[in-house]
């Protein structure tokens, strides 16, 4: 899971960002490590009809759509003939659905059309990346389809794919996301995808600012996950518990 890629992230979205150097070294870590890189939609299809994946299959996604992907990272994607999904959020995106609100500079939708049109996938990230479990149950068809509505309107085809705001959901949630739609979800959760986690909350391993190539490595063979992301799941588990003592209390629809 990645998501701006830049030599100059803003404050806020430094430590979830990596250079294009690194980028492009993780890429290539992957092409000698024999990967086969697939996007959410031929991997969700796969495990869903029990159909064959390529040998030693891996995803590459960005979630919220920042800038670089398309100036740095899509140049490397297409060098290495490598399929990805980008997930968007789309009240971000530069263009007329702008709300403002983004945390960096942001795609336009030219360049979101140039992303698909050499293989990128383009999923869903919800209109205005709320934490979705903490909206009521309109607000949240609201988010979900008017996502999926604006990405159909300007691609011509509507996602099947969608990534969790800040990798929450709830069964709540996950039924909102199916029922809007999109085929399959996914989360964080810092491991590698199951198919007994289900379509709709398929875990992913973070990469930062900080992984080096000796733990980017690690983290594509799936090794030492629980050292590597200790810290992270502490704070997680901690903040689900907060999360759920709020989830009793009525939010707005």
């Not at 996604?61 to 290495?80: C, I, K, Q």
């Not at 030219?110 to 607000?139: F, K, M, N, W, Y």
Request: proline share 6%; charged share 20%.
């Amino acid at each position: 899971m990645y998501h701006a890629v830049t030599d100059a992230p803003a404050a806020a979205t430094r430590a979830l960002s990596v250079t294009p150097a690194a980028f492009a070294g993780q890429l290539a870590v992957i092409a000698a490590e024999g990967c086969t890189p697939v996007d959410t939609a031929t991997l969700a299809a796969a495990w869903r009809r029990g159909g064959p994946l390529p040998e030693r299959p891996v995803l590459i996604t960005f979630d919220d759509g920042y800038e670089g992907v398309h100036r740095h990272a899509l140049p490397e994607l297409v060098r290495h003939g490598f399929p990805a999904t980008a997930f968007v959020t789309t009240g971000w995106l530069r263009g007329e659905h702008d709300v403002g609100g983004a945390p960096d500079t942001m795609l336009d939708w030219d360049q979101v059309r140039e992303l698909a049109a050499h293989g990128v996938e383009i999923g869903g990230h919800s209109h205005t990346h709320p934490p979705l479990d903490r909206i009521g149950d309109e607000a949240l068809a609201r988010e979900l389809g008017l996502c999926r509505a604006i990405v159909a309107g300007r691609l011509g085809s509507a996602p099947v794919s969608f990534a969790h705001p800040y990798g929450h959901s709830t069964r709540r949630v996950r039924r909102a996301v199916r029922e809007a739609g999109f085929a399959q979800a996914l989360a964080v959760g810092n491991g590698l995808a199951r198919r007994a986690q289900g379509p709709y909350a398929l875990r992913r391993v973070t990469v930062r600012r900080r992984t080096g190539a000796e733990e980017f490595l690690r983290l594509l063979h799936g090794h030492a996950l629980g050292r590597n992301f200790a810290a992270d799941r502490v704070l997680t588990k901690g903040y689900a518990a907060v999360r759920a003592a709020r989830r009793l209390v009525p939010s707005a629809g």
